[in-house]
């Protein structure tokens, strides 16, 4: 807490990985009010129209769930119940299913917005002393392709640069995102750049003109999903225009010749007209990048929820290993993480691949250190079930039990009625929440109440691998407890040793112990040094005390021959193409003022104004052609359910490409607006992240 007397509270704001500092009054009336911090290094003071409403969603109890709640079978209703009979049941079923059918017939479904803490009790819980992996959270639907990129080409899930390159740079290639919606903060650093420098370009690709475009000095309207074949043809551009860094490449890479073959496969002819662009856009981005000092590429959703997610992001990291742009003042490959703390969640390895502090799960010697660290079971080496897999496994009975967290699956998943038939199906499902209008709760046995951002205490870490230190400024309503305390209450319940910490801080110090001597190394960091430092980038030693700004300075990599790898990725899409029945490519997104499934923005009256309804973008070609009119309802439909939204008209998106937002559901509305009834289950094969981004739909009048 700083400034004790007149009640002003340090925190980060809990909306998006941009990880925005804000001080928290707490009124007399136990209410709270936000301001931005002017003395944090993010965003200076300023918060966009989410950070600026966080209040209203913290004072409005309305929605809160008060206590815990059961049923003794699927038939009965549910009722209240005390903490301990609640956790009692759930530890009997949990130690039950565990005996009859093994480990993995559980799991655990959190979040990227749960705190560090969280996750790592979590992840402890289930991968140490269950003896499974089946722990994946919703940043799978999020970061998972750019964090196995990250690992394929750079040796580990590390993001190089720091959110002060973007004021070194001078040529941005913004890809798959639209920052000025859905990362305003940074996208405000930027604008503020370009306007105190003209002469620094920005190219932003995507098939929609968003208002990122606006500051745009080239936009590449591609074809949705032919990044990859883009990326090759601007680093085909490169080379042979000789705007490459030879030197960096010959000293500090491998796999150039490949890449250089794989890149010549096409002319830039032939890659210009399957990205539906000129030859000369590509060739000015090529220039535009090859003329740069400092060169940032920033890509998010439209990269990741891809079939071929993993490639995209190796096709575009390429482009800053060709021309040496990493490691240095303004360059690098900077992904923005979608959510406030999936960076917290894969540092203490919580997801199903993954183990503590970068380790890697199919590395035997990973798995005995961090098992005789905890000091529980024997960690499985065995991949646990992603997050659409475990759905999968509900619905065909694998899986019996499935805990969910700080997350509202049925309207974030893709093929939502499916991931609804298969929480039906399940034996046996535990909602920890903080809404009851959450769609989960109608498929619950239990419900256990959680605290909210404020009133829980932790860390998170954002896209600049940047931690902050949230403070507990006031009490949880009713019963409600911290996500943290719930899971190590159910772990004792378990009969588990391990869980009995006094303090988050004792988590974090165990978690920080656990990185001693890896990359993201934070050995010996506490709550007091990053209060005293206000926030810390790791990797973190006490010579450096708030941290390590960028990484890579010495041109050394985490890949066994320390040289980063450039890939030879194929452009070739595996995503459900349009057809005769099917002819629109449907693309999701999001809309500026609401955050994921509007549990907390929708709340918010304010936030509703900008956008009040779901909506679907259709070019007025393609409108005509279906004699729809502006603001007419229309169904829009796939092979797996259909969607009922008001038409909105735009020359702003591709002919034979419509848009829906992805934020609707029952939480505000009715689940025929929901995007996720008709997109498509088809995962990228390595990161097993969804196509969010890319399925076949028709089009027409209600
Ligand atoms: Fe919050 Fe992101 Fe807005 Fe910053 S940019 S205030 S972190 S939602």
Excluded at 118 to 134: A, C, D, H, R, T
Excluded at 237 to 263: C, M, P, R, W
Excluded at 416 to 432: H, S
Aim: aromatic share 8%.
């Amino acid at each position: 807490m700083s400034g004790d007397k007149n009640k002003i509270f340090k925190s980060t704001c809990c909306y998006c990985g941009v990880g925005c500092g804000v001080n928290v009054t707490l009124e007399k009336n136990k209410t709270i009010t936000v301001q931005g911090d002017k003395d944090h290094p993010v965003n200076h003071g300023m918060l966009c129209s989410k950070g600026l409403n966080l209040q209203y969603t913290v004072n409005d109890k309305s929605d809160r769930l008060l206590y815990p709640q059961m049923r003794y079978n699927k038939n009965m209703p549910l009722q209240r119940v005390s903490w301990d009979d609640a956790l009692n049941r759930t530890a009997a079923v949990f130690k039950t299913f565990i005996d009859k059918y093994g480990p993995n017939s559980v799991a655990f479904y959190a979040s990227g917005q749960c705190l560090t803490e969280e996750y790592y009790v979590i992840n402890k819980l289930i991968k140490g002393f269950i003896g499974s992996n089946n722990i994946d959270t919703n940043s799978r639907l999020c970061m998972s392709s750019a964090v196995t990129a990250y690992k394929m080409a750079l040796g580990e899930d590390s993001v190089p640069i720091c959110y002060d390159d973007i004021e070194l740079a001078n040529c941005f290639f913004i890809t798959g995102a639209n920052p000025a919606w859905c990362h305003p903060i940074l996208w405000r650093r930027v604008e503020a750049h370009k306007a105190a420098n003209p002469d620094i370009k920005i190219i932003v690709t995507d098939p929609r003109v968003t208002d990122s475009c606006s500051l745009a000095d080239l936009h590449l309207q591609i074809n949705p999903g032919t990044d990859v074949t883009l990326n090759h043809a601007i680093g085909r551009a490169l080379i042979e225009a000789g705007n490459i860094d030879s030197e960096f490449i010959a000293n500090h890479t491998e796999g150039f010749d490949a890449y250089q073959q794989k890149v010549f496969e096409r002319t830039l002819k032939e890659s210009a007209q399957i990205c539906g662009i000129t030859i000369s856009e590509i060739e000015l981005a090529a220039t535009y990048i090859g003329e740069a000092k400092g060169f940032l590429s920033m890509w998010t959703m439209g990269l990741n929820q891809s079939s071929i997610g993993v490639n995209k992001n190796l096709s575009l990291i390429n482009l800053n290993l060709i021309t040496g742009h990493i490691g240095k003042p303004g360059s690098g490959p900077f992904s923005l993480t979608g959510q406030p703390n999936a960076m917290g969640g894969r540092e203490v390895g919580g997801l199903a691949n993954l183990l503590p502090a970068h380790r890697d799960l199919s590395n035997e010697q990973h798995r005995l250190e961090v098992q005789k660290f905890w000091g529980g079971t024997t960690i499985s080496g065995k991949t646990g079930l992603t997050a659409t897999e475990m759905f999968e496994a509900l619905h065909d009975g694998r899986l019996k039990a499935i805990w969910i967290l700080c997350t509202n699956p049925l309207t974030s998943l893709p093929n939502a009625r499916f991931a609804e038939e298969a929480l039906k199906r399940a034996k046996f499902v535990v909602i920890q929440e903080i809404t009851d209008k959450a769609e989960t709760l109608a498929y619950a046995d239990v419900i256990l109440p959680a605290a909210a951002w404020t009133e829980k205490e932790g860390t998170m870490t954002n896209s600049e691998r940047r931690i902050s230190h949230l403070n507990k400024i006031i009490d949880a309503p009713g019963e409600a407890l911290p996500d943290a305390e719930i899971i190590c209450r159910f772990a004792k319940k378990m009969g588990y040793k391990g869980f009995e910490y006094n303090s988050m801080e004792d988590i974090y110090k165990e978690h920080a112990k656990l990185t001693y001597r890896t990359s993201i190394n934070i050995h010996g960091l506490d709550y007091k040094q990053i209060d005293k430092s206000n926030t810390v980038q790791w990797p973190f030693n006490k010579r450096s005390e708030s941290g390590t700004k960028r990484l890579f300075t010495n041109h050394l990599f985490y890949t066994s021959s320390k040289r980063a790898i450039i890939h030879s990725p194929s452009d070739q899409l595996n995503s459900e193409l349009p057809d005769e029945d099917f002819p629109f490519i449907l693309t999701t997104g999001r809309v500026r003022d609401h955050w994921h499934t509007m549990s907390k923005t929708g709340k918010v009256s304010k936030l509703k104004q900008h956008i009040k309804d779901a909506f679907m973008e259709i070019n007025p070609a393609d409108a005509d052609f279906l004699s729809i009119e502006d603001n007419q309802v229309i169904v829009v439909r796939s092979r797996r359910g259909e969607v009922q939204v008001k038409a909105k008209i735009s020359a702003t998106i591709k002919q034979g490409v419509v848009f829906l937002p992805m934020h609707w559901g029952k939480i505000l509305g009715s689940d025929l607006n929901r995007a996720n009834n008709i997109t498509s289950t088809i995962v990228d094969p390595l990161s097993k992240e969804p196509d969010f981004k890319y399925c076949a739909v028709n089009v027409e009048k209600f």
